[in-house]
């Protein structure tokens, strides 16, 4: 881990997508974070201590979606599946597949593994098993002021997290896509899927992989603008312990049976274009219950000198 000196900040974007509106300063205290995402090594340690299984791997129970047909309540993860034909980018089940037995050791399904995978992040990883490895660490998921706060690496307002450009002097600086999304990936970047998350360079603080790669999951629940005058924690829950708890009551959201929480830093599925949110300001909501493969997180500690 490495610390990240506290300070005050301009958070989200009054130039891209209307969710990162208004631009506002938040003040965030010093923490530590995970140098890079967590890895499939890292993930696999903790499933061997704890004997954790993923949302993933389990199926759903039929009280928790009652308009769902029995058939399609199966254990699974969503894969993206390129499609071999144009694509209407207003509907991203042309690109989703709710897969039967993906999960984060079968990222792509039954046949796939993570062998030779094991310092790329894992992935297929619900808020619920996110949380889960973060307590048993002693750690604990970062809010988004505190993940936005750090990925821009000292550099206040910036568009990237490397400064104004997106590829400085020709040189890819994340994991994204480069084509005409979601059909051709050229791969200019050497990579058509996760990367190693150390195979591009830190930002200003030391961290890897904070655009780009896969999108990472923070405490916050999601509300579709910045509440400019309110504090940045002020959605999250004091006792969050994950598991069905976790999902049965979202305060900013009280009539959605599914919480959401504020997914950060894009993947390595976003497209000029498509989904240009492979920067600090942008954000996403993601249903906590469910998992996709460009999903993973990262942990913070708080209130600690030293690690």
């Not at 037995?101 to 094991?118: N, T």
């Not at 206040?156 to 896509?177: K, V």
């Not at 059909?183 to 200019?188: E, F, G, H, P, T």
């Amino acid at each position: 881990m490495l610390v990240i000196p506290g300070g005050t900040f301009s958070m989200g974007s009054d130039r891209h997508y209307p969710e990162e509106a208004p631009v506002h300063r938040v003040t965030v205290n010093s923490f530590w974070m995970d140098r890079t995402p967590v890895t499939n090594r890292q993930f696999r340690d903790f499933v061997r201590a704890t004997g954790h299984i993923t949302c993933a791997e389990r199926r759903p129970d039929p009280k928790d979606y009652p308009a769902a047909r029995p058939e399609m309540l199966y254990a699974g993860s969503l894969v993206f599946s390129p499609p071999d034909h144009p694509a209407d980018l207003r509907f991203w089940g042309e690109w989703w597949t709710y897969l039967k037995g993906a999960d984060w050791r079968d990222p792509y399904g039954p046949k796939s593994s993570i062998h030779g995978l094991d310092n790329h992040p894992v992935a297929h990883v619900a808020f619920a098993d996110a949380l889960a490895y973060a307590r048993w660490a002693g750690m604990d998921l970062p809010t988004e002021a505190e993940w936005e706060f750090a990925a821009r690496g000292g550099l206040d307002g910036a568009e990237f997290a490397w400064g104004a450009e997106f590829t400085p002097g020709g040189q890819h600086m994340a994991n994204t896509w480069q084509g005409d999304f979601p059909r051709q990936n050229l791969a200019q970047d050497g990579f058509t899927r996760t990367s190693p998350v150390t195979a591009f360079p830190p930002n200003g603080y030391g961290l890897y992989d904070m655009i780009g790669n896969v999108w990472e999951w923070t405490s916050d629940f999601y509300v579709a603008r910045h509440t400019a005058d309110a504090p940045k924690a002020c959605c999250i829950p004091q006792n969050p312990r994950g598991g069905r708890e976790e999902q049965s009551y979202d305060p900013c959201h009280p009539e959605l049976r599914i919480p959401r929480r504020v997914l950060k830093g894009g993947s390595h599925l976003c497209a000029p274009n498509y989904c240009r949110r492979y920067r600090p300001a942008a954000r996403h909501p993601q249903l906590v219950d469910t998992s996709a493969s460009h999903i993973g997180f990262r942990c913070v500690r708080r209130g600690v000198s030293k690690i």
